[in-house]
């Protein structure tokens, strides 16, 4: 049972929730009652039967062991944990189109056609899953996303390990369709964690905490391609589904948002209501401007390393280049970088600034990829390094989007968002095929870089700062 102690007058005065019956401050390790002219504590709830106490203005010490410990709770680790497991399976498909459309009897032109269709099949079942968990997160909770999600998309990948033994149906068909499967299955992970974090972690510590999990669950595509490396493609559909059934059993014990659960009995307040976006002007310019200054992440991903076996052969690199080797490269700097980005913003006190700083080390990156004249394999793999840490911003600009909208909102924003960007790597992989034809493969993904990076930049050059912005309010 939860009930409100105030802090003694003159010492804060606030009124901070705890679990059971009274503490005394010394128990957290401060002193009880506390001393005149002394900064009173904090009390900040991290998980089941959990509680820490911290000063934001106490000694260097004292804060450095408690302010960040947080950071550690139970569920940052599954949210953490289960982004690696997303991102695993997310990215399984484009380290394995080559060998398992070849093991399927498809030639090369198939392969990227085929390849392609299947891909945006995937990516088409992120956008519609994105809006159906996002508003499922703000009607039904964070945590019914959570399992509800990975229930969906560890079955479509165990059913995509058997592609190779259909019979009752065209196998590349059936492949489409389990891809959509689990794209709308993988929709709600990173959004609803993402959410749940942003709620759980002090104002102070949601970009080092939403950096941390994505910095960790993205080392998931780097498991995935030498999980494929180690047995082979189908196999690691099975390994990717079982990782997440087994996942399953961490969520027992995470607790849901207490943000959401003060607004969940209030039947007065509208709860996930997707429309809304589109209702309200500034509302629908904030939310376009969230997706919008994405798109870059998603062009260096679906088309400069998924696709980077054709930019290999366009620019004569000596070496056929793997396009899951790429993949897995591009996601090691993706990882630091978003490790780093929550860190950046932290420091600079500002989301944008980080973010524009990162965008624009990858605009760097993608201008010599496409037109460095690159020759040797080393350094075409070193670029896809440093262009996924120009994208580490990923975990940093999910995070901007939760931040933009109130509790009643939140998640169907933070859920929504990413799969749009995900979801528009279609018109992307489509603008590329028309044009490669005329304009060949160098300009064609030029030509989409150009207005996926304009788009960028403008969007996050004019979105609201959410820099240390309060969330508990609601959408009205």
Same mark, same amino acid.
């Given at each position: 049972m939860f009930r409100q102690i105030p802090l003694p007058k003159g010492e804060g005065g606030a009124k901070h929730r705890v679990r059971g019956t009274k503490r005394n401050y010394s128990s957290c390790g401060t002193p009880h009652p506390p001393l005149r002219g002394t900064p009173s504590p904090t009390l900040a709830y991290i998980s089941v039967g959990f509680f820490v106490a911290y000063s934001v203005h106490s000694t260097a010490s004292t804060k450095a062991h408690w302010h960040y410990a947080p950071?550690?709770?139970?569920?940052?680790?599954?949210?953490?944990?289960?982004?690696? #497991?997303?991102?695993?399976?997310l990215l399984l498909f484009s380290i394995v189109r080559v060998p398992s459309l070849r093991q399927l009897g498809l030639n090369a032109e198939q392969i990227s056609t085929v390849g392609t269709t299947i891909l945006n099949s995937q990516m088409? @079942?992120?956008?519609?899953?994105?809006?159906?968990?996002?508003v499922l997160g703000d009607k039904r909770g964070r945590l019914s996303v959570l399992f509800g999600s990975i229930i969906t998309y560890s079955i479509a990948n165990i059913a995509c390990g058997f592609v190779a033994h259909v019979t009752f149906m065209e196998p590349t068909t059936y492949y489409a369709a389990m891809r959509f499967v689990a794209g709308v299955g993988l929709a709600g992970e990173l959004g609803a964690g993402i959410t749940l974090v942003s709620e759980v972690l002090s104002k102070e510590l949601r970009a080092i905490g939403t950096s941390l999990v994505? *910095?960790? *669950?993205?080392?998931?595509?780097v498991v995935a391609y030498f999980t494929v490396r180690l047995f082979n493609w189908e196999m690691a559909f099975f390994v990717g589904g079982g990782m997440g059934f087994?996942?399953?059993?961490?969520?027992? *014990? #995470?607790?849901?948002?207490g943000m959401f659960k003060g607004i969940a009995t209030q039947k007065h307040v509208v709860k996930g209501d997707f429309f809304s976006f589109f209702t309200n002007r500034k509302r629908l310019g904030t939310y376009l401007r969230c997706i919008g200054m994405g798109l870059p992440t998603w062009f260096v991903i679906g088309i400069l390393a998924?696709?980077?076996?054709?930019? @290999?052969?366009a620019l004569g690199v000596d070496k056929a280049i793997d396009p899951g080797l790429s993949i897995m490269w591009c996601y090691v700097g993706l990882a630091t970088g978003d490790l780093l980005s929550g860190v950046l913003s932290h420091a600079l006190h500002?989301?944008?600034?980080?973010?524009t700083l990162m965008m624009s080390f990858t605009l760097i990156g993608a201008l010599i990829y496409l037109f460095g004249g690159i020759q040797s394999s080393g350094i075409f793999y070193g670029l896809c390094v440093a262009m996924g840490f120009g994208i580490g911003y990923w975990a940093m600009f999910v995070t901007v989007g939760a931040e933009q909208f109130g509790t009643n909102l939140r998640a169907t924003a933070a859920t929504t968002v990413p799969n749009m960007v995900r979801g528009l790597l279609i018109p992307?992989?489509? *603008?590329?095929?028309?044009?490669?034809?005329?304009?060949?493969?160098?300009?064609?993904?030029?030509?989409?870089?150009?207005?996926v990076f304009a788009i960028g930049f403008y969007c996050i050059l004019t979105i609201p700062e959410t820099h240390g912005k309060d969330l508990d309010y609601l959408e009205q």
């Open positions: 950071l550690f709770s139970l569920p940052v680790i599954v949210a953490a944990l289960g982004y690696f #497991v997303d991102i695993y399976d088409g @079942g992120l956008l519609l899953g994105g809006i159906l968990w996002g994505a *910095g960790i *669950g993205l080392i998931g595509a087994a996942l399953l059993l961490l969520r027992i *014990g #995470v607790i849901e948002s998924t696709l980077s076996n054709e930019f @290999g052969v500002s989301r944008k600034k980080a973010i992307m992989t489509l *603008g590329y095929q028309y044009l490669k034809p005329s304009l060949q493969v160098i300009h064609s993904g030029a030509v989409v870089g150009l207005v």
